[in-house]
């Protein structure tokens, strides 16, 4: 199984990008699609989760109200829409799944919680 994330590139602030994420290879299952974000000598950190049972959604604070996840569980494919990019936004995006069942009371928010990880593309916010 192979994530590949696409979409980063150079914007300036208040500028809007969408990040796709698919996954492909033979009996891919997924229960949680997250993205994540690595700025230079920061540790990775939460973005956005979506959990396929039930369509729940989830958000960083920091992206609280200006990104939005969608996907499609059917194609393996998730998005996230950026809108209002602010400098602080700059990192590698990194899209991840987690292939085994999801649980009650699971932290979609913790990198642990997912065991297939995409390269990343890079998103960089001018000033």
């Known amino acids: 199984v192979q994530l590949q994330a696409s979409g980063g590139g150079l914007v300036q602030a208040g500028d809007s990008l969408r990040l796709s994420c698919a996954a492909s290879g033979r009996s891919f299952s997924s229960s949680v699609m997250g993205w994540f974000r690595q700025a230079p000598g920061k540790d990775r950190e939460f973005v956005s989760a979506i959990r396929w049972t039930h369509g729940s959604k989830y958000y960083a604070e920091a992206v609280k109200g200006r990104f939005t996840i969608s996907g499609d569980n059917a194609k393996n494919a998730v998005h996230l829409q950026m809108t209002s990019l602010k400098p602080e936004d700059t990192a590698v995006y990194y899209c991840?799944?987690?292939?085994?069942?999801?649980?009650?009371?699971?932290?979609?928010?913790?990198?642990?919680?997912?065991?297939?990880w995409g390269h990343g593309t890079q998103v960089t916010v001018s000033s």
């Open positions: 991840a799944t987690r292939h085994s069942a999801d649980y009650v009371g699971s932290d979609v928010s913790s990198s642990a919680h997912y065991d297939s």
